[in-house]
């Protein structure tokens, strides 16, 4: 698949989480949101090098002042984040997963990635 199809996969999944959205329409939707913020960060999540897009990190930044005030939204978004990944897991560059958040300026209490574990975030 690639780059357009990754992205418009992505896009797909947000536009379901949205039509399905149900018993927590407020996490489906924030999840969808979520997605559609961070589909500019694809690029430089699935290949080696390069630096992430202007775009991606504010898709990072917002994921952060979206969530940095609530441990529920904290682990919501992880969710949301880990679930989003593992479709594109085969394709994500590990190091570059990693460096994302600081990259962006940002500091994550959590890395953005489908290894992550969600129950341990603080
Ligand atoms: C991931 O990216 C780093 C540099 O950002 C590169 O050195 C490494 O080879 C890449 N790994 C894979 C599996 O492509």
Redesign the pocket.
């Known amino acids: 698949m690639g780059a357009v199809g990754r992205k418009m996969a992505l896009v797909a999944v947000a536009m379901a989480a949205l039509l399905l959205a149900e018993p927590s329409a407020e996490a489906a939707i924030m999840c969808a949101v979520l997605q559609l913020r961070l589909i500019p960060c694809v690029d430089f999540l699935t ?4 630096s992430p897009t202007d775009a991606c990190c504010r898709g990072v930044r917002w994921l952060y002042g979206a969530t940095k005030d609530s441990l529920t939204d904290r682990i919501a978004a992880c969710s949301c984040i880990k679930s989003v990944s593992a479709s594109i897991a085969g394709e994500l ?4 997963v990693e ?1 994302l958040p600081g990259l962006c300026d940002v500091h994550l209490s959590y890395s953005i990635g489908p290894s992550t574990d969600c129950s341990s975030i603080q």
């Open positions: 290949t080696a090098g390069g560059n590990a190091s570059n460096a």
